[in-house]
């Protein structure tokens, strides 16, 4: 299951995230470039663990970040951004009808808080504090940074 769930930084820039544990476009990218990525990261078709991109991609599937604890956020982006939207459900996109798509008829859910509807006038700057606390902790790319 991959789904992506969108929200609002403090600046107001989009944060783009996938539920498993790695994107399937990172995922395409490790497999056109011959790369192998960590074991855990997804099964092949016959259900083991691989490290090979092309044989997830082939009838396998990406692991839900977190283990059993993330398992649970899967699911629950995919009521939002599927059965909610009408969209599919990540089990049924087939890519092959659509050559050169990433994302073929998939839901997408935008979720916008708006702070000062809820009059907190701190929040931008907590939240700047906050960002600041966990960059000094040594956290080099946050959520809606560049890569």
Excluded: C
């Excluded at 498993?20 to 990261?41: C, K, Q, V, W």
């Excluded at 073929?104 to 600041?132: E, H, M, W, Y």
Aim: glycine residues 12%; neutral net charge; proline residues 7%.
């Amino acid at each position: 299951m991959s789904n992506s769930v969108t929200t609002l930084s403090n600046r107001g820039l989009p944060i783009d995230f996938a539920t498993s544990s790695m994107s399937n476009g990172d995922l395409r990218i490790a497999a056109r470039e011959g790369h192998s990525i960590p074991m855990g990261t997804g099964i092949d078709a016959s259900g083991a663990l691989s490290d090979s991109p092309s044989d997830i991609l082939n009838g396998g599937a990406l692991l839900p970040f977190g283990g059993h604890k993330g398992a649970a956020v899967s699911p629950m982006v995919e009521v939002l951004a599927s059965a909610l939207t009408g969209g599919q459900f990540s089990a049924q996109v087939d890519f092959s009808g659509h050559p050169g798509a990433e994302t073929p008829k998939t839901g997408q859910i935008v979720i916008v808080i708006d702070p000062a509807r809820g009059n907190n006038a701190a929040f931008s700057s907590r939240v700047a504090k906050l960002i600041d606390v966990i960059r000094q902790a040594g956290q080099p790319r946050l959520p809606s940074d560049r890569r």
